[in-house]
């Protein structure tokens, strides 16, 4: 990235809702740059759809992460209609909505794969690697190392970023069909993010709808039923959970049927037929006020 392009696509973004929104009845914006050129360009009904508390994602100490803090805080002060994606993010610090939309998935493409309850000689593992911390990437890592340091056959598929344990196997899954694969050569994937539990965590929803078994720090829709709860930066519980799953496959299998049948909700045109009613329903209310 080009320094300031950034800048330079907000910038682009604002003048064209200046000099174009008239032509549409609604504009979503769905990140919080973009909610600032979507509040100052666009003259239509303007929605924001809040996908995580942007603020906290920041974590380093720099003026430009604690400029990018304020940017991501003051947006959800703008006078634009929320919609957030997760319960919790309803009355989360200063965001308030009404409207709640999951994400959505293609579950033509995140279809699941049969399990089958037999021993495994060796477990595949996977998680989605990411380089902040508080994804927690480098805990399965750490999990993985304990089990090989206890003689356990386990091998680690991480999906494109690297884990600090360099015993990993580093892919590269190309779009969403290639990430459903990815998914579905798993034993079990592991999502331990630090941050904003209770949230929709994009890795737990498609491994559930590819019915692949859940060890997580409780995305929603994880709980103990459709999946394994562990505690925030806990290696040695992930390596915990994982042996159990060594010694008796089994147990993951109830889990795993009951995740995909709940992960339906998420279903793409469920979701976006929400999104649509909204849309509709502040379409009608314009048009109501035009004509009093």
């Known amino acids: 990235m080009r320094k300031g392009s950034a800048k330079r696509r907000v910038i682009g973004l604002y003048k064209y809702m200046k000099n174009n929104s008239n032509m549409y009845d609604i504009v979503l914006a769905n990140f919080n740059t973009t909610a600032i050129a979507v509040f100052l360009g666009s003259s239509v009904n303007n929605f924001y759809y809040i996908q995580a508390y942007e603020p906290g994602l920041y974590t380093a100490n720099s003026i430009k992460s604690l400029l990018q803090k304020f940017i991501a805080w003051i947006t959800y002060l703008l006078p634009l209609t929320r919609i957030v994606n997760a319960e919790i993010y309803k009355k989360y610090k200063n965001i308030r909505s009404k409207y709640v939309i999951h994400p959505g998935l293609d579950l033509t493409i995140y279809y699941p794969k049969d399990l089958i309850c037999e021993k495994k000689k060796e477990l595949i593992v996977g998680c989605i690697g990411r380089k902040e911390e508080w994804k927690g990437s480098n805990d ?153």
Request: proline fraction near 6%.
């Open 140 to 292: 399965v890592g750490e999990a993985i190392k304990i089990l090989h340091e206890r003689g356990y056959s386990v091998t680690l598929k991480v999906a494109f970023n690297p884990v600090d344990y360099t015993k990993h196997d580093l892919v590269f899954p190309d779009g969403d069909s290639n990430l459903a694969e990815f998914y579905r050569s798993l034993d079990v994937l592991v999502a331990p993010g630090h941050i904003q539990l209770g949230a929709v965590h994009y890795p737990v929803i498609e491994a559930m709808a590819c019915n692949v078994p859940v060890i997580t720090t409780g995305y929603y829709p994880a709980n103990e039923t459709n999946a394994f709860i562990i505690p925030p930066k806990s290696p040695k519980k992930i390596a915990e959970v994982l042996e159990q799953i060594i010694n008796d496959y089994s147990i993951t299998i109830n889990k795993a049927n009951a995740a995909n049948q709940l992960v339906k909700q998420f279903d793409w045109q469920f979701v976006s037929q929400k999104f649509i009613n909204i849309f509709w329903e502040a379409i009608k209310r314009e048009n109501t006020i035009k004509r009093s």
